[in-house]
C-alpha cells in the first residue's frame, strides 16, 4: 500500500574497522532521521543549509529510486534530524542514500525487505560496507560477487565493547581519502591483513581486548590516510594510553574510533582525547544491534 509519509532512522556506522577496508562495518547507537512527507513543492528542514536544498541526498537518491521503479517522483517535505557529525567517518552519506530508497519503496508501495535495501544502496554508495550495518544493524562484513550479488554476513558484538568516536572540527571526503591510496599492494601486505580480519572479528563478538590491540594493526589505508588527518597520530597515543583496546580511523576519516571495554575506559578515553584538543568532540558509543527503523 502505498503511503504519504514514512519516516527513516538510519544509524551511524563505523566502515572498515581498521583492517577490513571495504568489507567490515558496525552500527552504532546514533543516528539520522529522515521524515519524506508528500506535499505540493517539495521543501526542506532541519537540514545544516548547504544541505536544504533539491541537491540534498536523501532527495536525490529518493528521486532516483522512485524512477528506478517506474514511478513518478511526488514532490515532498524532506524534514531532517541529523545527530551524525558532518566531518566524515560515521556513515553520514549512507544514512541518507538509506532513507532516499526505503521512502521511494514507501511511496510507490513497493515491499523492500532488508537484503534487497542493502543492494540497492550498496549500487548507490559504490561499496557495502557502510550500507550493510547500517540496514542490518550490528557487525557485518561484506562483499560483492563477480556476478554483482552483494552477500553479507552479520555476527554479533559483545556488550562490553565502548566505541568512543573522536570528530575533529574538519572534513575529510571521501573520494579524497580513496585517491591517496596505491591501486595495488603487495602479497605481504594482503597476507598481513587477511589473518587480522578474521581475529578482529572474533575479538569484537568475544570481547577480547588482547586479542583486538594484537589484530587490529591495518597497512592497507591507514598508513595513507593518516596524513590527511591532523590530529590521528596524537589521537592514537592519547586514546591507547588511556586503556583503548584498539584505535582506527572510521571509515575514511576524518572521524577517528577507539575500541574500549566498559564505560568506565570509554570515559577515561573520551577526556584524554579532549585532552589533546577541546574542539575535538567525542561520543562514547555502543554497537546498535537493530539496524534502520522505518515507520
Ligand atoms: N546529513 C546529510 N544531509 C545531506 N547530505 C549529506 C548528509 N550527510 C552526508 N551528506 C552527503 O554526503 C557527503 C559526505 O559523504 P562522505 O562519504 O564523504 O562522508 P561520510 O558518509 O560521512 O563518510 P564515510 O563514508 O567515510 O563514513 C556530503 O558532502 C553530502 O553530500
Ligand atoms: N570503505 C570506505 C568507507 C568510506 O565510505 C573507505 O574507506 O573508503
Not at 517522483?73 to 544514512?95: D, K, M, Q, R, Y
Request: charged share 20%; glycine share 10%.
Amino acid at each position: 500500500m502505498s503511503r504519504d509519509r514514512v519516516s527513516v532512522w538510519v544509524p551511524a556506522t563505523s566502515a572498515n574497522l581498521g583492517v577490513g577496508f571495504d568489507c567490515l562495518g558496525l552500527a552504532l547507537t546514533l543516528g539520522n532521521r529522515f521524515t519524506f512527507e508528500r506535499a505540493e513543492e517539495s521543501s526542506f528542514s532541519g537540514c545544516e543549509p548547504r544541505f536544504a536544498n533539491p541537491g540534498n541526498l536523501a532527495y536525490t537518491t529518493y528521486l532516483e529510486a522512485s524512477r528506478a521503479l517506474g514511478v513518478k517522483p511526488s514532490p515532498v517535505a524532506l524534514s531532517c534530524e541529523t545527530g551524525i557529525p558532518l566531518s566524515g567517518g560515521l556513515g553520514s552519506s549512507s544514512t541518507c542514500i538509506v532513507a532516499g530508497i526505503a521512502a521511494a519503496h514507501a511511496f510507490a508501495g513497493v515491499e523492500v525487505d532488508r537484503r534487497r535495501l542493502v543492494e540497492l544502496a550498496s549500487e548507490r554508495e559504490g561499496h557495502p560496507d557502510n550500507v550493510a550495518p547500517a540496514v542490518l544493524g550490528g557487525l557485518t562484513s561484506s562483499f560483492t560477487t563477480g556476478d554483482g550479488e552483494v552477500v553479507c554476513m552479520e555476527a554479533p558484538v559483545s556488550d562490553a565493547w565502548r566505541f568512543v568516536a573522536v570528530c575533529p572540527p574538519y572534513e575529510v571526503r571521501t573520494e579524497d581519502a580513496r585517491r591517496v591510496m596505491p591501486p595495488s599492494v603487495p602479497l605481504a601486505t594482503a597476507v598481513w591483513q587477511m589473518g587480522r580480519v578474521a581475529a578482529t572479528c572474533h575479538a569484537l563478538e568475544t570481547g577480547d581486548g588482547e586479542l583486538l590491540a594484537k589484530a587490529c594493526d591495518d597497512r592497507l589505508h591507514e598508513p595513507y590516510r593518516r596524513p590527511l588527518i591532523a590530529h590521528y597520530d596524537r589521537c592514537r597515543a592519547a586514546c591507547l594510553g588511556a586503556g583503548a583496546s584498539a584505535f582506527w580511523i572510521s571509515g575514511s576519516g576524518s572521524t577517528m574510533m577507539a575500541a574500549c571495554l566498559g564505560d568506565a575506559r570509554a570515559a577515561a578515553v573520551g577526556a584524554a582525547a579532549q585532552r589533546v584538543d577541546p574542539g575535538l568532540r567525542t561520543f562514547a558509543l555502543s554497537c546498535c544491534t537493530d539496524g534502520t527503523s522505518i515507520r
